[in-house]
């Protein structure tokens, strides 16, 4: 990836959202508006940028904090594959995040691939938690 591409700076602006705290404002602006979100624990893709929106800003605040960090990133052209780390409620959770953009810079595709089982069961929990309260 060339210095300075929109995949660049949009790897760029990951960072800085997952590093401030999660600011709806600034995932939003970091979405395309045909964004896809793949979960690991959703069958169906997610398509549209409200509901990557929905699912990416649980997770943020479900997986992030002050134990999330990235262990390392592959990145060719307009993809990363960046592998992440945390603990929830006592569980280590090892994942991915395989992230597209588009020539804007804007997330057009993010999966998440999740391990073990057990920290796999334990997202699925908080995340419905969290979906359902942000739906009411």
Known sequence: MSAGSAADRGLAAWHAYMAGGGDPQA????????AVFHSPVVHTPQEGRDRVFAYLHAASHVL?????????????GDQACLEFATELEGIQINGV???????????????????????????????????????S
């Open 97 to 135: 995040d395989i992230i597209c953009w588009n020539e804007d810079g804007k997330i057009v595709d993010f999966k998440v691939m999740v391990r073990p089982l057990k920290a796999i069961n334990k997202v699925w929990e908080k995340m419905a938690a969290m979906l359902a309260a942000q739906a």
């Open 64 to 76: 992030g904090g002050e134990n999330f960090r990235y262990l390392r990133e592959i990145v060719d």
């Open 27 to 34: 995932l939003r602006d970091l979405l395309a508006a045909d």
